[in-house]
């Protein structure tokens, strides 16, 4: 059984920065990909970013290109996104999920390749 743990989220003011961790534990870490995904209110749950099991290949929806990095951090099993730039339209709950299989780069922007999910995390953009 996997477990993924967010942290990081609040309250911040237009043109802040926060950085969300997921801690990840019960499986062999590089065992999987890792992907972030939102859901704003009144709103379906969308890709933020996604990165392999190695950290070779990341990528961002393009809304948030240029603002976010996705990173990870094997030896302590942590997933980072870094949001600069933030704007009311990034309020949301944010999500890390895992998924255990090898699946490309394009089908992991999506939420079907996912197989375990955290609780989420606010994010609040204050104008």
């Known amino acids: 059984q996997v477990r993924l743990v967010e942290s990081g989220g609040g309250l911040v003011q237009e043109g802040d920065s926060l950085t969300l961790s997921c801690a990840v534990s019960?499986?062999?870490?590089?065992?999987?990909?890792v992907g972030w995904f939102r859901q704003a209110p009144g709103k379906e749950r969308a890709f933020v970013a996604a990165?392999?099991?190695?950290?070779?290949?990341?990528a961002y929806a393009d809304s948030v290109k240029g603002r976010f990095t996705i990173s990870r951090e094997n030896g302590d099993n942590t997933v980072f996104l870094q949001m600069n730039g933030l704007t009311p339209e990034d309020t949301a709950v944010y999500y890390c999920?895992?998924?255990?299989?090898?699946?490309?780069?394009?089908?992991?922007?999506?939420?079907?390749?996912?197989?375990?999910w955290g609780q989420g995390t606010q994010v609040t953009v204050s104008s």
């Open positions: 999920a895992s998924s255990s299989l090898t699946y490309p780069m394009p089908y992991l922007q999506t939420s079907r390749p996912y197989d375990y």
């Open positions: 019960g499986r062999t870490f590089t065992s999987y990909a």
């Open positions: 990165i392999t099991r190695r950290g070779g290949t990341t």
